[in-house]
């Protein structure tokens, strides 16, 4: 047998084996295969193919062996060299396989695939400035460019650059205009980038081409969730379920919408369906947790919360969610130190990351350090009722021998805070730039911690915000004498910009006609606290005999509104800074909370360790406020008829007490 007759034996061997191999005959193929080897061990396509068959059922080894071979025998055939390279970052040998492609390059026999994987590898360790590099460069090459723009459209994504990966995607359509993938992925970056319309559009096209794609179901559901289309969320995502039942996303997907929405039952059928599928998916273990947290099975809550951390332990939503849950149970000196993850740098926050980081302040981060003789800057976060909550603190701080307290806030508050006793500085937040320097600096909601605040030491002591007497006066002849005037707040901020906060201020807010039962009572004289541009004109809504008394057109600050609340008798209202504001100023006040109250209201207790004056009244079913206002309507009738008329008119208008109407004195 001559030499060339063996080669054409070896070649016929590997034909029949790639033939065999494409109809999925495995066993024959690889025999195939084996032959040519046999008859020529150097025919580097036999090698390499049979690596690819032998890599397919797991022999990751023996296959790294034949991409060498067929490597050694033909240095510059690039299917065995892109074949060892994805093996081996499959493998995780990042740094080999990041070798054999630097080898390829270097010896400049790498093509656009070689580049194209190198870029991918390269990514895939972070090296996101030289993956893009190494995949512009592949396009340069010729070939097909789609895949290398698809790929290249998502380092742009991961390097912050929204626009140019959108404009790489579209010139990946522009090749394969019928590219679900492509579709895909575009209508998921406009929908990263607030580009809903078109968001929308890309993502139906997808799925037009290719309706069976449960990742592209989920993507529409979000943008369908996030524009309020709920309905349509729901169904995106009972669809994608039912195409890939193991779908994970699908059904976490499904229980954070019916958590949203506070049907707790269903939520927690479907993080237990997701968890069925792993059961250690963090983000299901803690969404479980939270609907735990909020059907008052704190217990169960913080065993699960207490198994995310034992998988990932710098989760810091898990950590802030369980100081949270401990916070509830009253469990202070555990939770105070966790809570101070809600400012650790992390992924996770989404649309709340600008809230989440902390500033940069000429001082020293005050950790509990001796405060004598020193300067202090509190600083505020969050909203406007953690401010007026925490302001409690301020002549604390003052009393352990500060030389300067400053006190930055947000301008509808500095009018009040400025005569809390011990503020020596009262700085709005809209212009605090070029700040002094200071000793230390201290976030408003970390002064409990390092106060060392317990549930039995509570700093309770009400009023700590008053209001001036020449406010009080511009506003006692506003409000008619009755014999009983009643403050109302029916609705907070709904924040649509921020989901989360969306979503808790649909569940603490009512329509002001749901406070109608209420405006019916005898005696009672009505008076809207009620701000907000899409909530204050809800009075307009009420019948005109029973509308409250509103001036809040005329409010400019929180000053505004303290000033009115002294002249009223108590002060009815969800879960809204109003709340923490009447309190604060020692006035009863009567607080509807939903279902799934605030922390900072504890576990079922109707009154509050913050704030003496104050009466909860809890929903006792998700949603149910009416059996809430029915409650609310019984104990303010019985208040009515207990107030002998000619008292509560003496009371109304005795005028401002010193500790009504006077804070420090200002020289």
Same mark, same amino acid.
């Given at each position: 047998?001559?030499?060339?007759?063996?080669?054409?034996?070896?070649?016929?061997?590997?034909?029949?084996?790639?033939?065999?191999?494409?109809?999925?005959?495995?066993?024959?193929?690889?025999?195939?295969?084996?032959?040519?080897?046999?008859?020529?061990?150097?025919?580097?396509?036999?090698?390499?193919?049979?690596?690819?068959?032998?890599?397919?059922?797991?022999?990751?080894?023996?296959?790294?062996?034949?991409?060498?071979?067929?490597?050694?025998?033909?240095?510059?055939?690039?299917?065995?060299?892109?074949?060892?390279?994805?093996?081996?970052?499959?493998?995780?040998?990042?740094?080999?396989?990041?070798?054999?492609?630097?080898?390829?390059?270097?010896?400049?026999?790498?093509?656009?695939?070689?580049?194209?994987? $190198?870029?991918?590898?390269?990514?895939?360790?972070?090296?996101?400035?030289?993956?893009?590099?190494?995949?512009?460069?592949?396009?340069?090459?010729?070939?097909?460019?789609?895949?290398?723009?698809?790929?290249?459209?998502?380092?742009?994504?991961?390097?912050?650059?929204?626009?140019?990966?959108?404009?790489?995607?579209?010139?990946?359509?522009?090749?394969?205009?019928?590219?679900?993938?492509?579709?895909?992925?575009?209508?998921?970056?406009?929908?990263?980038?607030?580009?809903?319309?078109?968001?929308?559009?890309?993502?139906?096209?997808?799925?037009?081409?290719?309706?069976?794609?449960?990742?592209?179901?989920?993507?529409?559901?979000?943008?369908?969730?996030?524009?309020?289309?709920?309905?349509?969320?729901?169904? $995106?995502?009972?669809?994608?379920?039912?195409?890939?039942?193991?779908?994970?996303?699908?059904?976490?997907?499904?229980?954070?919408?019916?958590?949203?929405?506070?049907?707790?039952?269903?939520?927690?059928?479907?993080?237990?369906?997701?968890?069925?599928?792993?059961?250690?998916?963090?983000?299901?273990?803690?969404?479980?947790?939270?609907?735990?947290?909020?059907?008052?099975?704190?217990?169960?809550?913080?065993?699960?919360?207490?198994?995310?951390?034992?998988?990932?332990?710098?989760?810091?939503?898990?950590?802030?969610?369980?100081?949270?849950?401990?916070?509830?149970?009253?469990?202070?000196?555990?939770?105070?130190?966790?809570?101070?993850?809600?400012?650790?740098?992390?992924?996770?926050?989404?649309?709340?990351?600008?809230?989440?980081?902390?500033?940069?302040?000429?001082?020293?981060?005050?950790?509990?350090?001796?405060?004598?003789?020193?300067?202090?800057?509190?600083?505020?976060?969050?909203?406007?009722?953690?401010?007026?909550?925490?302001?409690?603190?301020?002549?604390?701080?003052?009393?352990?021998?500060?030389?300067?307290?400053?006190?930055?806030?947000?301008?509808?508050?500095?009018?009040?805070?400025?005569?809390?006793?011990?503020?020596?500085?009262?700085?709005?937040?809209?212009?605090?730039?070029?700040?002094?320097?200071?000793?230390?600096?201290?976030?408003?909601?970390?002064?409990?911690?390092?106060?060392?605040?317990?549930?039995?030491?509570?700093?309770?002591?009400?009023?700590?915000?008053?209001?001036?007497?020449?406010?009080?006066?511009?506003?006692?002849?506003?409000?008619?004498?009755?014999?009983?005037?009643?403050?109302?707040?029916?609705?907070?901020?709904?924040?649509?910009?921020?989901?989360?906060?969306?979503?808790?201020?649909?569940?603490?807010?009512?329509?002001?006609?749901?406070?109608?039962?209420?405006?019916?009572?005898?005696?009672?004289?009505?008076?809207?606290?009620?701000?907000?541009?899409?909530?204050?004109?809800?009075?307009?809504?009420?019948?005109?005999?029973?509308?409250?008394?509103?001036?809040?057109?005329?409010?400019?600050?929180?000053?505004?509104?303290?000033?009115?609340?002294?002249?009223?008798?108590?002060?009815?209202?969800?879960?809204?800074?109003?709340?923490?504001?009447?309190?604060?100023?020692?006035?009863?006040?009567?607080?509807?909370?939903?279902?799934?109250?605030?922390?900072?209201?504890?576990?079922?207790?109707?009154?509050?360790?913050?704030?003496?004056?104050?009466?909860?009244?809890?929903?006792?079913?998700?949603?149910?406020?009416?059996?809430?206002?029915?409650?609310?309507?019984?104990?303010?009738?019985?208040?009515?008829?207990?107030?002998?008329?000619?008292?509560?008119?003496?009371?109304?208008?005795?005028?401002?007490?010193?500790?009504?109407?006077?804070?420090?004195?200002?020289?």
């Amino acid at each position: 047998m001559t030499a060339n007759t063996q080669i054409q034996t070896a070649e016929q061997c590997f034909e029949q084996g790639v033939a065999e191999h494409q109809q999925g005959l495995i066993s024959q193929a690889e025999a195939a295969y084996r032959k040519a080897i046999e008859l020529d061990p150097a025919h580097a396509a036999a090698l390499n193919n049979l690596g690819v068959l032998l890599e397919g059922r797991g022999e990751s080894n023996q296959a790294e062996a034949l991409y060498r071979a067929a490597l050694s025998s033909n240095p510059t055939y690039a299917d065995a060299l892109n074949n060892l390279g994805l093996l081996l970052a499959a493998s995780g040998r990042a740094a080999d396989a990041e070798a054999v492609y630097a080898h390829a390059i270097d010896n400049h026999f790498a093509d656009s695939t070689t580049y194209r994987q $190198c870029g991918n590898l390269l990514a895939s360790i972070g090296l996101l400035d030289t993956a893009e590099a190494s995949l512009r460069h592949a396009l340069t090459l010729g070939g097909d460019p789609y895949p290398t723009l698809l790929d290249l459209s998502s380092v742009l994504a991961r390097q912050q650059r929204p626009a140019e990966a959108a404009q790489r995607l579209l010139e990946a359509l522009a090749r394969r205009p019928a590219s679900p993938v492509a579709h895909a992925r575009l209508g998921a970056l406009l929908q990263s980038m607030q580009r809903l319309d078109e968001a929308e559009a890309h993502l139906r096209e997808s799925l037009r081409i290719e309706p069976n794609q449960p990742e592209t179901l989920c993507d529409l559901a979000a943008l369908f969730q996030n524009t309020g289309r709920h309905a349509d969320a729901e169904a $995106c995502l009972h669809q994608a379920a039912s195409l890939a039942p193991g779908h994970l996303r699908a059904h976490g997907s499904l229980g954070n919408l019916y958590l949203a929405a506070a049907r707790y039952a269903e939520a927690e059928a479907s993080f237990r369906r997701a968890l069925a599928i792993d059961a250690s998916s963090v983000e299901a273990l803690n969404n479980l947790a939270r609907v735990l947290e909020s059907t008052h099975r704190s217990k169960e809550a913080e065993e699960n919360y207490r198994r995310v951390l034992e998988i990932d332990p710098s989760r810091v939503p898990t950590q802030l969610n369980l100081s949270m849950s401990m916070l509830r149970d009253g469990r202070f000196e555990e939770a105070w130190p966790l809570y101070e993850s809600r400012y650790a740098e992390s992924s996770f926050w989404g649309d709340e990351a600008a809230l989440r980081v902390k500033p940069q302040l000429p001082a020293q981060e005050w950790q509990g350090e001796s405060l004598k003789d020193r300067s202090l800057l509190v600083w505020p976060e969050q909203g406007y009722g953690d401010s007026l909550q925490f302001a409690r603190y301020f002549p604390l701080l003052k009393a352990k021998g500060l030389k300067q307290l400053t006190v930055v806030c947000p301008r509808a508050l500095v009018s009040l805070f400025e005569r809390i006793e011990g503020v020596d500085t009262c700085l709005p937040l809209e212009d605090a730039r070029d700040l002094p320097k200071h000793d230390f600096w201290c976030f408003t909601m970390s002064v409990p911690l390092q106060m060392g605040t317990t549930l039995a030491n509570v700093p309770a002591s009400v009023p700590y915000l008053t209001a001036s007497a020449e406010r009080i006066a511009h506003w006692e002849a506003r409000v008619p004498e009755a014999p009983l005037n009643v403050g109302l707040v029916w609705a907070g901020d709904p924040r649509p910009q921020l989901n989360s906060a969306h979503e808790t201020d649909q569940r603490r807010s009512l329509h002001a006609r749901a406070f109608l039962p209420l405006l019916n009572t005898p005696g009672v004289r009505f008076v809207s606290l009620q701000k907000g541009a899409s909530t204050q004109p809800q009075i307009d809504e009420l019948p005109p005999a029973v509308r409250p008394l509103d001036l809040m057109h005329e409010v400019e600050s929180f000053a505004d509104t303290a000033a009115i609340i002294t002249q009223l008798d108590l002060i009815i209202t969800v879960d809204t800074s109003v709340a923490h504001l009447a309190a604060a100023m020692g006035k009863p006040v009567w607080m509807l909370s939903r279902y799934d109250g605030c922390w900072r209201w504890l576990n079922d207790r109707d009154d509050s360790p913050w704030y003496p004056t104050m009466r909860l009244f809890r929903q006792v079913r998700p949603g149910d406020w009416d059996e809430v206002i029915g409650r609310v309507q019984k104990a303010l009738t019985e208040r009515a008829d207990a107030a002998p008329v000619q008292a509560a008119v003496q009371t109304k208008r005795k005028g401002p007490s010193k500790s009504g109407a006077s804070g420090k004195k200002k020289s």
